[in-house]
């Protein structure tokens, strides 16, 4: 008979669970040496554990499924928790090991006891389990599996105390049942349907798992049938894009040009999707962007099968066989002289290659992204879905680990990347093939936007301090160099591309870092507020021009 940990790895095994990303502490052991019995099990070290919670994020997206992460007590897993943050947003499904003291030991409060389950429920509302015994660990195991995969997505956290793990007599469990969400019923399909035919304007707001091909196409169908919008979410989990592929506007991160894009919608149709709300609160402004003229009905809920409830408003519609609106390949041009952002992003959609996974941490310096790879070869790109940074450098990661075959690109703030750049070592360990582009403009760039923005009032030199990264002047190509990452720092477009162009013919880990200018530096950080304060009031046409043109 195995012990708790051997059982447990098999179980996992067995239900499709064949990764687990760790930072493992004492009472941890059993586990780490049970992963020698287990040949199926892929284990990765992550020298911080959000690291490791966001590579587990990363590679449920593209995997689909979940890897298991091994944390150590309540410590490892706060250490860990704004990347599960982000991955809940995302419902990303997650299997979150948390390892214990033995259950006899808590009772005398040794240095690292702490209460896990209340850290865990934050980011795990839906299944926070402490195993209690040995031979009933494998039946947790599997109710963790099967909520952690079922529909939405979410981080289920398993406690594993250290005694339950080493017990003997465990029996592993045959894995679950695969999820079988529902379609959305008839009523809810006809209300939509009459919401579409009803002359109104019409937008579908798609998020969640309804960004995949198969639903941008039966989308696109309704959308060439009956004149609807198509919307997606504003930060996507995984949304699939580029030439070939039907192109969606994403809804804008600052409210007031998402309130440009709202406007004059109707009918808005949640297909996965929440009602739009402004991602902070400011003062004077509003927080839920759905103008009071419009009304929302929900197509599919995130419990629900996003492309059967597609599949059928389209069979309702009559839209079924209708030709979706492909977006054509087109490429931006070389980039040129001194580097700019909008210079990377445009080097980006210049030589994305085919089938890459683009991670967008880029934060201010990504605002010409969308546009300049449009029409890029068709790609996933992944976002920062519950807006704690230092995501996607471990996203990038559980990326490469669940898709060997593609290429990885992670756009990166020079603040955000700080936040987990202990993950460059493990892309070497493990070989990712993961190319890290850095933007490095000496800014937490953002927060002098947001300064501004929500209007506090006598800033002086020791709050701007507080945004300010230029002293000391980190280096990037260094800090990765002593990882043992490939990597440069360039300075001008051509080196740019060059650096670019050799990372992409040599997998493996690579980091360009770029020296850039703030895209919204100097007199446009001046002029935004006002630009934004005005927006409402403008002509929805000059509105309109205006967002296109401060954020494409
Ligand atoms: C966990 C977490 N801590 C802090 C913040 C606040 N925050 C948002 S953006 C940002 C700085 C981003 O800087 P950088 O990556 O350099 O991008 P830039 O603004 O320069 O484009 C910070 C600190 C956050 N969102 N999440
Ligand atoms: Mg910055």
Same mark, same amino acid.
């Given at each position: 008979?195995?012990?708790?940990?051997?059982?447990?790895?098999?179980?996992?095994?067995?239900?499709?669970?064949?990764?687990?990303?760790?930072?493992?502490? =004492?009472?941890?052991?059993?586990?780490?040496?049970?992963?020698?019995?287990?040949?199926?099990?892929?284990?990765?070290?992550?020298?911080?554990?959000?690291?490791?919670?966001?590579?587990?994020?990363?590679?449920?997206?593209?995997?689909?499924?979940?890897?298991?992460?091994?944390?150590?007590?309540?410590?490892?897993?706060?250490?860990?928790?704004?990347?599960?943050?982000?991955?809940?947003?995302?419902?990303?499904?997650?299997?979150?090991?948390?390892?214990?003291?033995?259950?006899?030991?808590?009772?005398?409060?040794?240095?690292?006891?702490?209460?896990?389950? =209340?850290?865990?429920?934050?980011?795990?509302?839906?299944?926070?389990?402490?195993?209690?015994?040995?031979?009933?660990?494998?039946?947790?195991?599997?109710?963790?599996?099967?909520?952690?995969?079922?529909?939405?997505?979410?981080?289920?956290?398993?406690?594993?105390?250290?005694?339950?793990?080493?017990?003997?007599?465990?029996?592993?469990?045959?894995?679950?049942?695969?999820?079988?969400?529902?379609?959305?019923?008839?009523?809810?399909?006809?209300?939509?349907?009459?919401?579409?035919?009803?002359?109104?304007?019409?937008?579908?707001?798609?998020?969640?798992?309804?960004?995949?091909?198969?639903?941008?196409?039966?989308?696109?169908?309704?959308?060439?049938?009956?004149?609807?919008?198509?919307?997606?979410?504003?930060?996507? =989990?995984?949304?699939?894009?580029?030439?070939?592929?039907?192109?969606?506007?994403?809804?804008?991160?600052?409210?007031?040009?998402?309130?440009?894009?709202?406007?004059?919608?109707?009918?808005?149709?949640?297909?996965?999707?929440?009602?739009?709300?402004?991602?902070?609160?400011?003062?004077?402004?509003?927080?839920?962007?759905?103008?009071?003229?419009?009304?929302?009905?929900?197509?599919?809920?995130?419990?629900?099968?996003?492309?059967?409830?597609?599949?059928?408003?389209?069979?309702?519609?009559?839209?079924?066989?209708?030709?979706?609106?492909?977006?054509?390949?087109?490429?931006?041009?070389?980039?040129?002289?001194?580097?700019?952002?909008?210079?990377?992003?445009?080097?980006?959609?210049?030589?994305?290659?085919?089938?890459?996974?683009?991670?967008?941490?880029?934060?201010?310096?990504?605002?010409?992204?969308?546009?300049?790879?449009?029409?890029?070869?068709?790609?996933?790109?992944?976002?920062?879905?519950?807006?704690?940074?230092?995501?996607?450098?471990?996203?990038?990661?559980?990326?490469?680990?669940?898709?060997?075959?593609?290429?990885?690109?992670?756009?990166?703030?020079?603040?955000?990347?700080?936040?987990?750049?202990?993950?460059?070592?493990?892309?070497?360990?493990?070989?990712?093939?993961?190319?890290?582009?850095?933007?490095?403009?000496?800014?937490?760039?953002?927060?002098?936007?947001?300064?501004?923005?929500?209007?506090?009032?006598?800033?002086?030199?020791?709050?701007?301090?507080?945004?300010?990264?230029?002293?000391?002047?980190?280096?990037?190509?260094?800090?990765?160099?002593?990882?043992?990452?490939?990597?440069?720092?360039?300075?001008?477009?051509?080196?740019?591309?060059?650096?670019?162009?050799?990372?992409?013919?040599?997998?493996?880990?690579?980091?360009?870092?770029?020296?850039?200018?703030?895209?919204?530096?100097?007199?446009?950080?001046?002029?935004?507020?006002?630009?934004?304060?005005?927006?409402?009031?403008?002509?929805?046409?000059?509105?309109?021009?205006?967002?296109?043109?401060?954020?494409?």
């Amino acid at each position: 008979m195995p012990n708790g940990a051997q059982a447990l790895m098999k179980t996992l095994v067995d239900a499709g669970v064949e990764v687990c990303f760790s930072n493992p502490g =004492t009472s941890e052991m059993h586990f780490v040496a049970a992963l020698d019995s287990e040949p199926r099990m892929r284990a990765i070290l992550a020298l911080f554990e959000g690291v490791a919670t966001g590579a587990a994020d990363g590679y449920a997206r593209m995997a689909d499924k979940p890897a298991a992460t091994l944390l150590h007590l309540g410590c490892g897993l706060g250490n860990g928790l704004a990347n599960l943050h982000n991955a809940r947003k995302g419902k990303s499904p997650i299997v979150n090991i948390v390892g214990d003291h033995a259950t006899y030991h808590t009772q005398y409060d040794a240095q690292l006891q702490s209460d896990i389950e =209340t850290v865990a429920r934050n980011v795990s509302p839906g299944f926070v389990r402490t195993s209690a015994t040995t031979a009933e660990l494998c039946r947790d195991v599997v109710d963790a599996v099967r909520a952690a995969r079922g529909y939405p997505g979410q981080v289920a956290t398993l406690i594993l105390p250290a005694d339950v793990s080493w017990g003997e007599g465990a029996v592993p469990c045959p894995p679950p049942a695969p999820p079988s969400p529902a379609v959305a019923d008839d009523a809810a399909v006809a209300a939509v349907a009459a919401a579409v035919r009803s002359g109104r304007k019409v937008a579908l707001l798609l998020g969640g798992r309804s960004l995949r091909e198969a639903d941008l196409l039966v989308a696109s169908r309704i959308a060439e049938h009956s004149g609807v919008t198509l919307l997606a979410e504003v930060f996507p =989990t995984r949304m699939q894009r580029g030439a070939g592929l039907p192109a969606v506007e994403r809804i804008a991160y600052m409210a007031e040009m998402a309130g440009v894009q709202l406007a004059d919608i109707e009918e808005l149709i949640l297909v996965d999707a929440k009602a739009p709300v402004s991602f902070f609160a400011y003062p004077g402004k509003k927080s839920y962007l759905v103008p009071d003229s419009c009304n929302v009905l929900t197509l599919a809920t995130p419990e629900q099968d996003t492309t059967a409830s597609l599949e059928k408003l389209a069979a309702a519609l009559g839209a079924s066989q209708v030709q979706p609106k492909l977006q054509v390949a087109q490429r931006p041009g070389v980039p040129r002289g001194k580097l700019s952002a909008a210079k990377v992003c445009r080097a980006v959609g210049h030589l994305l290659p085919e089938n890459a996974i683009l991670v967008d941490e880029a934060i201010t310096s990504g605002l010409m992204l969308s546009a300049m790879t449009a029409g890029a070869p068709r790609h996933d790109l992944i976002t920062l879905t519950g807006g704690a940074i230092g995501q996607g450098l471990p996203n990038a990661i559980g990326a490469a680990v669940a898709c060997p075959d593609r290429p990885v690109l992670a756009l990166i703030g020079d603040g955000t990347a700080m936040y987990t750049i202990q993950s460059l070592w493990t892309m070497v360990r493990e070989q990712l093939n993961v190319t890290s582009i850095i933007f490095n403009n000496a800014s937490y760039s953002v927060l002098n936007v947001e300064l501004e923005r929500v209007g506090a009032q006598g800033a002086g030199p020791k709050a701007r301090s507080q945004l300010d990264l230029s002293g000391p002047v980190l280096n990037f190509a260094q800090l990765a160099q002593a990882m043992g990452v490939h990597a440069v720092r360039v300075r001008t477009a051509e080196e740019l591309v060059k650096a670019m162009e050799y990372a992409f013919a040599h997998p493996g880990p690579h980091l360009i870092e770029t020296i850039v200018p703030e895209s919204l530096g100097g007199a446009k950080r001046k002029i935004l507020p006002y630009l934004l304060r005005a927006m409402p009031r403008l002509p929805q046409s000059v509105a309109g021009a205006l967002k296109r043109k401060l954020a494409p």
